[in-house]
T-cell receptor
């Protein structure tokens, strides 16, 4: 059974610092990995999706890397802003569970002005 | 606005009561899902529907039933609510396009069972 872990559970940084969020998974037979953002009381918004054949994806200040062999993904957010405060979740789709996602518990991020 | 709509947003039930959570999507997606989110545990899949007319159990299906009424609508029913079902419930839909799965989530239903 795929297990997805996110460490740390919470993170606080001053504005302008770079954020580094970690996600690890136990089964390397993945189809893709996604990073989501969740604001309090809201649903999830997809940030980046990395296919299993890719090493990284970038969107603006966000960059996500994937090392399938070691079961790790990292989300980098450059020059953090208070508006980046949210919970970030990673989710894995394994090759035998088409369409279904296995989520980590998330990292709660606070960016202080 | 296009997306996934869930109703209600909040609900308080007494133990043993029943209720149905409604979900509708207007993106013409084939697949729909129900997840629950508990503190410190991430989202867990309750049931899913890969396409209209099919439903399957996910990781935590006990105590729930689902109905894929048509391509747009996927409802979740609690027949006899229990305090352990206190959670935030998310409906989602997805569509596979090539190698990409576009996933869209609703804003959630916060359910408290007392």
């Amino acid at each position: 059974k795929q297990e997805v872990t996110q460490i740390p559970a919470a993170l606080s940084v001053p504005e302008g610092e770079n954020l580094v969020l970690n996600c690890s998974f136990t089964d390397s037979a993945i189809y893709n990995l996604q990073w989501f953002r969740q604001d309090p009381g809201k649903g999830l918004t997809s940030l980046l999706l990395i296919q299993s054949s890719q090493r990284e994806q970038t969107s603006g200040r966000l960059n996500a890397s994937l090392d399938k062999s070691s079961g790790r993904s990292t989300l980098y957010i450059a020059a953090s802003q208070p508006g980046d405060s949210a919970t970030y979740l990673c989710a894995v789709m394994t090759t035998d569970s088409w369409g279904k996602l296995q989520f980590g518990a998330g990292t709660q991020v606070v960016v202080t002005p | 606005n296009a997306g996934v709509t869930q109703t209600p947003k909040f609900q308080v039930l007494k133990t043993g009561q029943s209720m149905t959570l409604q979900c509708a999507q207007d993106m013409n997606h084939n697949s729909m899902y129900w997840y629950r989110q508990d503190p410190g545990m991430g989202l867990r899949l309750i049931y899913y529907s890969a396409s209209e007319g099919t439903t399957d159990k996910g990781e935590v299906p006990n105590g729930y039933n689902v109905s894929r009424l048509n391509k747009r609508e996927f409802s979740l029913r609690l027949e006899s609510a229990a305090p352990s079902q206190t959670s935030v419930y998310f409906c989602a839909s997805s569509q596979r396009t090539g190698q990409n799965y576009g996933y869209t989530f609703g804003s959630g239903t916060r359910l408290t069972v007392v």
